[in-house]
């Protein structure tokens, strides 16, 4: 089992920026990957980043790329997602997610509980 916990969710104005944290406990992550997704109102889920747990970067989706960045501490079981240059439509619950990663496939198995991202224009 694991366990996901974000923050660093909270209201911001367009273009500034937000550091998420997604802390992870319950076992060893080293064959996982993490990322991040998003979901707005009336919208489907998104995919934002993700990353292997090894630090290999695995991809951004195209709406934030050169705008928000993910990485992880491995010391502190703690992956990012740093968010520069927001705009209104990057509003969403975002979620941090982890789970197996094998011959580039991943099951999103463990989800956290979401936090909430606001950006006004």
């Known amino acids: 089992q694991v366990q996901l916990v974000e923050s660093g969710g909270g209201l911001v104005q367009a273009g500034g920026s937000l550091r998420l944290s997604c802390a992870a406990s319950g076992r060893t992550l080293s064959n996982y990957a993490m990322g991040w997704f998003r979901q707005a109102p009336g919208k489907e889920r998104e995919f934002v980043a993700a990353?292997?747990?090894?630090?290999?970067?695995?991809g951004y989706g195209d709406s934030v790329k050169s705008r928000f960045t993910i990485s992880r501490d491995n010391a502190k079981n703690t992956v990012y997602l740093q968010m520069n240059s927001l705009k209104p439509e990057d509003t969403a619950v975002y979620y941090c997610?982890?789970?197996?990663?094998?011959?580039?496939?991943?099951?999103?198995?463990?989800w956290g509980q979401g936090t909430q991202v606001t950006v006004s224009s």
């Open positions: 997610a982890a789970g197996p990663y094998d011959n580039s496939m991943i099951k999103w198995n463990y």
């Open positions: 990353i292997r747990w090894s630090g290999v970067y695995i």
